[in-house]
């Protein structure tokens, strides 16, 4: 990590004063742009231009990193400094953060080398690819089952070259940089964005779709197409003939996996030429994820599917209540059905009331000592409830994002550290925070501007 206050203060042009005197300032502060403009610049200085990647968000946490940063783009199109940074880390990004790959290739080793047996459609892998790299996924056996990634020994140790914000090429199709005209004509490469875990690649086709829908650069859009049209080739599991599996290695269906599969081919059927088959696989996929089970007695979703294809009755983790929400709200826009938005708001209200304290404020079990997938969940949940509250607005909605967005703000913002944001949105303070429970606490922030 390279923090620069350098950095942090030409990024939106903020400044820092004595803390005293932040103290009240920063308290005071209750425009929600101001908000999450304070936030995004301490954001920046975990951002790791050689690497592409946000340093201690893992993986598939910067692509949510990323869409984050995507929306508040959307959401503030008059900021040209905001723009700017945006379609400089998007730039960035696509070029160095491939690199960072856990495991790129696997799926498609995987294939060349297993043995199906056709009569009940069991396969044995055989694991000498020599393309594992020990990068893996886990349901943490003790207590609550909660998501655990394994990376690679030392595969956060290579920090990459630190490079100025500031100074990454924005790729503007009006540049003559030579080297911006090569870049602009270098298409990307779907593969380099898959590591064997669907979830994984889905988040980044999101990720890119948002950068589209931000710059309309068509290769963005091409990305995730492609990044999607891999992933297709998951499907379907050994349950009720349909849905995709967590992984490469076939030996889980979980409600995220598949969540994310709806939600980018929805998203895809609105800006993609192809739009047929992007709303036949939404549909396809939701007919099947509401024939699953998954979706419990109280109206929220565990977390997958026992071996039998029954409920495994498993946390009701926040970011699997909102994903959904996205996907049906992109559905309804690409094929309109009376059902979608009822549903989604629905499962949104159930969740609520699962997931909040006395005070309205969201918590996922796993609190206060999530590992760094469980930090990232619950801006995710907020995230999908702003797509919901603009398609189909509800006072609970808005009092659920207002609150947390409030208490974030007031009880989750270590001023000392540059206003961190910590993984405990009722407070107090958890340290050490990271870019991940930051970029999580983020999403609320960037949600509450538009309600």
Known sequence: MYPSFLVHSLLLGISFTSNTYAQSLYDSVSDPTKR???????????????????????????????????????????????????????????????????????????????????????????????????????LNPWGVHEPVTVFPLGWDADEGQYVDVQSLRNFAPSSKDAATQAALATTPNPEDWLDGFYDDDLWWALAWIGAYDVTQKIEYLQLAEGIFGQVTKAWPTRCGNGGIFWSWKKD?????????????????????????????????????????????????????????CANNGFQTWSYNQGVILGGLVELNKAAPNDTYLPLASKIAKAAIEKLSDDNGVIHDVCEPGCGGDGTQFKGVFMRNLQMLH??????????????????????????????????????????????????????????????
Not at 266 to 289: I, S
Not at 422 to 450: E, K, Q
């Open 36 to 138: 999450a403009e304070f936030a995004l610049s301490r954001l920046q200085i975990w951002y790791n231009s050689g690497t592409g990647l946000w340093d201690t968000t893992g993986w598939w946490g910067g692509a949510n990193v990323m869409t984050m940063i995507a929306n508040l783009a959307k959401i503030d199109p008059n900021n040209a400094q905001l723009q700017d940074l945006a379609r400089r880390v998007f730039a960035n990004t696509i070029v160095q953060a491939p690199a960072k790959n856990p495991q790129p290739g696997i799926e498609n080793e995987t294939k060349r080398r297993r043995d199906v047996d056709p009569g009940n459609g069991t396969f044995t892998l055989f694991n000498e690819t020599g393309l594992e790299s020990g990068y893996t996924k886990i």
């Open 390 to 451: 603009e398609a189909a607005p509800d006072d609970a909605f808005t009092d659920s994002i207002k609150t947390n967005a409030d208490s974030i703000w007031l009880n989750n913002r270590n001023e000392n550290e540059g206003n961190t944001l910590s993984v405990v949105w009722s407070g107090p303070f958890v340290s050490p925070a990271n870019a991940s429970t930051h970029s999580s606490a983020m999403d609320v922030l960037v949600a509450a501007i538009s309600v």
């Open 252 to 308: 889980y269906m979980n409600a995220i996996a598949n969540e994310l599969f709806l939600s980018t081919a929805a998203h895809l059927a609105n800006r993609a030429q192809n739009k047929d088959t992007y709303v036949e696989w939404a549909e396809l996929t939701l007919q099947w994820f509401l024939n699953s089970g998954m979706i419990n007695d109280q109206g929220t979703i565990n977390d997958g599917l026992t071996e039998g």
